[in-house]
């Protein structure tokens, strides 16, 4: 989503914004938005009352979307993160923490909005993570770009504050016309905000947790706040987490926290032993071993 | 050992296409109800030429595909008998509740291929074969004359 047609200031030196929303919540997409325009356009934009949008009432928020959209001397991308996504990345054996797809997804707007020809010099963004390091790495990748990456840069740059405006009044919207894929009775939509600490989304995860398949797939399984929920449901063990404990896990900076994060899904207290996940063929000839038959001589 | 009676009748629901088995253990014997919760996607096909389809279980991204048995072979659900007659404690009979004839298997982070376990534990079946076919004198006499 974002603007298709490349206007005439494309080709002079444009600034960009880029923020994200719905980072924290346990359910619902990430979105990164950026808003994009040529240099000498920021002094009119600053002038837009665009603010951080968290600042902002919801209506006041889509009414100022909905200008920028029809501004001709503005730009703007987003790419939705589906909670499927997130989930599945955290969880692989090989875990891809919040902050990686944090980064991917921002230099993924920059290169979509080089790609389609923006002349971009200057690119503005909150950061994640430590400020210098996400510094370089953007700067590694996209060397022609000067890069300002700042704590509370929503707040600071109105190039930022349009950019989180385009993210949340998309995720906002994203949550508010959510499908659930499950097709149970008894399926409510009143999320709340997604917000661990908002009663209406507590009062719903614990309404929608299920015995064996744990929550509905807009919920984010690799959140620690899905542990509270999950003391009675089914455990589950996963052939990729007796891996890790083998020493097979990832060599992520993050080691501690994933480490815990594979715990999520049971209530871990007994040990786990590979043989309750899968059959073996332990102790029989390569040829079963390989193939992981077991003799069975009582079921 | 106790004498154990599996009877194998190709009868009850037939579960084609209901059959998964997840590369994870559930700590549940019971229902459940998977076709709400449990959602394949098609996702085309393999570079092996698979067909391939994509779920997802408490958030781990399942790659799965689906893999005919045999000819000539079925898939039985098993349940304990139990008759009056056989009113001992730890009876070991047991009925045909439900047959199949695939498997859909899943794997964790990685695309299906031929070279997968669940693939590969049905070479036993030729093995077996060659094993327990009987021995005519002809190739009792090809293959020692082989030697």
Same mark, same amino acid.
């Given at each position: 989503?974002?603007?298709?047609?490349?206007?005439?200031?494309?080709?002079?030196?444009?600034?960009?914004?880029?923020?994200?929303?719905?980072?924290?919540?346990?359910?619902?997409?990430?979105?990164?938005?950026?808003?994009?325009?040529?240099?000498?356009?920021?002094?009119?934009?600053?002038?837009?009352?665009?603010?951080?949008?968290?600042?902002?009432?919801?209506?006041?928020?889509?009414?100022?979307?909905?200008?920028?959209?029809?501004?001709?001397?503005?730009?703007?991308?987003?790419?939705?993160?589906?909670?499927?996504?997130?989930?599945?990345?955290?969880?692989?054996?090989?875990?891809?923490?919040?902050?990686?797809?944090?980064?991917?997804? #921002?230099?993924?707007?920059?290169?979509?909005?080089?790609?389609?020809?923006?002349?971009?010099?200057?690119?503005?963004?909150?950061?994640?993570?430590?400020?210098?390091?996400?510094?370089?790495?953007?700067?590694?990748?996209?060397?022609?770009?000067?890069?300002?990456?700042?704590?509370?840069?929503?707040?600071?740059?109105?190039?930022?504050?349009? #950019?989180?405006?385009?993210?949340?009044?998309?995720?906002?919207?994203?949550?508010?016309?959510?499908?659930?894929?499950?097709?149970?009775?008894?399926?409510?939509?009143?999320?709340?905000?997604?917000?661990?600490?908002?009663?209406?989304?507590?009062?719903?995860?614990?309404?929608?947790?299920?015995?064996?398949?744990?929550?509905?797939?807009?919920?984010?399984?690799?959140?620690?706040?899905?542990?509270?929920?999950?003391?009675?449901? #089914?455990?589950?063990?996963?052939?990729?987490?007796?891996?890790?404990?083998?020493?097979?896990?990832?060599?992520?900076?993050?080691?501690?926290?994933?480490?815990?994060?594979?715990?999520?899904?049971?209530?871990?207290?007994?040990?786990?032993?590979?043989?309750?996940?899968?059959?073996?063929?332990?102790?029989?000839?390569?040829?079963?071993?390989?193939?992981?038959?077991?003799?069975?001589?009582?079921? | 050992?106790?004498?154990?009676?599996?009877?194998?009748?190709?009868?009850?629901?037939?579960?084609?296409?209901?059959?998964?088995? @997840?590369?994870?253990?559930?700590?549940?014997?019971?229902?459940?109800?998977?076709?709400? $919760?449990?959602?394949?996607?098609?996702?085309?096909?393999?570079?092996?030429?698979?067909?391939?389809?994509?779920?997802?279980?408490?958030?781990?991204?399942?790659?799965?595909?689906?893999?005919?048995?045999?000819?000539? $072979?079925?898939?039985?659900?098993?349940?304990?008998?139990?008759?009056?007659?056989?009113?001992?404690?730890?009876?070991?009979?047991?009925?045909?509740?439900?047959?199949?004839?695939?498997?859909? $298997?899943?794997?964790?982070? $990685? /695309?299906?291929?031929?070279?997968?376990?669940?693939?590969?534990?049905?070479?036993?079946?030729? /093995?077996?074969?060659?094993?327990?076919?009987? /021995?005519?004198?002809?190739?009792?006499?090809?293959?020692?004359?082989? @030697?």
């Amino acid at each position: 989503m974002g603007s298709k047609i490349l206007p005439q200031w494309a080709s002079k030196p444009c600034a960009m914004g880029i923020d994200e929303a719905g980072r924290g919540p346990v359910l619902g997409p990430m979105v990164y938005g950026c808003l994009y325009c040529a240099q000498s356009y920021m002094k009119t934009l600053a002038t837009l009352s665009f603010a951080d949008s968290k600042t902002l009432k919801e209506e006041k928020r889509e009414e100022l979307f909905e200008t920028l959209k029809t501004n001709e001397s503005i730009g703007w991308a987003v790419d939705v993160i589906d909670p499927r996504e997130l989930s599945a990345k955290m969880l692989k054996k090989n875990k891809i923490n919040l902050n990686e797809i944090s980064h991917d997804s #921002a230099m993924g707007l920059v290169d979509r909005v080089l790609k389609m020809g923006v002349l971009l010099t200057e690119v503005y963004i909150d950061t994640v993570g430590d400020p210098g390091k996400y510094e370089m790495k953007l700067s590694k990748n996209f060397p022609s770009i000067k890069f300002v990456v700042a704590k509370k840069a929503d707040s600071l740059y109105p190039v930022v504050s349009g #950019a989180s405006i385009v993210a949340k009044v998309t995720r906002d919207r994203a949550l508010r016309e959510w499908v659930l894929d499950e097709t149970a009775e008894n399926m409510q939509r009143n999320f709340g905000s997604g917000y661990p600490g908002d009663p209406k989304t507590k009062d719903w995860l614990e309404d929608h947790k299920h015995h064996i398949f744990g929550f509905p797939t807009l919920v984010r399984f690799s959140w620690g706040t899905c542990n509270s929920y999950f003391k009675d449901v #089914a455990q589950v063990l996963w052939e990729s987490d007796n891996l890790d404990e083998d020493g097979g896990g990832g060599s992520n900076s993050n080691g501690k926290r994933q480490l815990k994060l594979s715990n999520v899904g049971f209530f871990s207290t007994s040990k786990r032993r590979s043989e309750e996940v899968e059959s073996s063929g332990k102790g029989r000839c390569r040829f079963f071993q390989a193939r992981k038959l077991e003799h069975l001589t009582n079921f | 050992m106790e004498n154990a009676t599996v009877d194998l009748k190709p009868h009850g629901e037939d579960l084609s296409g209901r059959v998964h088995q @997840l590369p994870c253990c559930v700590k549940h014997d019971g229902p459940a109800s998977v076709s709400h $919760y449990f959602k394949p996607k098609h996702n085309g096909v393999s570079d092996e030429g698979l067909p391939l389809q994509e779920a997802h279980f408490r958030g781990r991204l399942l790659q799965g595909t689906t893999l005919q048995l045999p000819q000539g $072979y079925s898939g039985f659900v098993l349940a304990k008998k139990t008759s009056p007659a056989s009113s001992k404690q730890n009876s070991n009979s047991w009925d045909t509740k439900a047959t199949f004839q695939d498997i859909t $298997y899943w794997n964790h982070d $990685y /695309v299906p291929s031929h070279n997968d376990e669940m693939f590969r534990a049905f070479h036993w079946l030729t /093995v077996a074969k060659a094993l327990h076919d009987p /021995v005519t004198p002809e190739d009792l006499s090809s293959s020692s004359f082989a @030697l």
